[in-house]
Nanobody
């Protein structure tokens, strides 16, 4: 049974950094980060293949965020730098069988989310 648990969220000033973690169990699959701000739809952030060789990013985070994973620790990470107030959202990790994807409908299981708040 796949389980996903996010951690690492918090309050940070604009321009700062945070690193999110997603602990996963039940297999080694493609993983993704999504986020949802109040009153907005869930949006894609980044995705990584099972061996970490393929990565995909949303245009809004390219050059600022970096996705990675350590399968020995069953953990995926999202290093977020140069944070902006518009990055404020609940961040979710999810898994899928197949290649990296930006579409939430392609993902099977979701974590409970972790709140990231960026103050201006």
């Amino acid at each position: 049974q796949v389980q996903l648990v996010e951690s690492g969220g918090g309050l940070v000033q604009a321009g700062g950094s945070l690193r999110l973690a997603c602990a996963f169990s039940g297999g080694t699959f493609t993983l993704g980060w999504f986020r949802q701000a109040p009153g907005k739809e869930r949006e894609f952030v980044a995705s990584i293949s099972p061996n970490g060789g393929a990565k995909q990013y949303a245009d809004s985070v390219k050059g600022r965020f970096a996705i990675s994973r350590d399968n020995a620790k069953n953990t995926m990470y999202l290093q977020m730098n140069i944070l902006k107030p518009e990055d404020t959202a609940v961040y979710y990790c999810a898994d899928r069988r197949g290649a990296v994807s930006a579409f939430s409908r392609d993902y099977n299981h979701w974590g409970q989310g972790t709140q990231v708040t960026v103050s201006s």
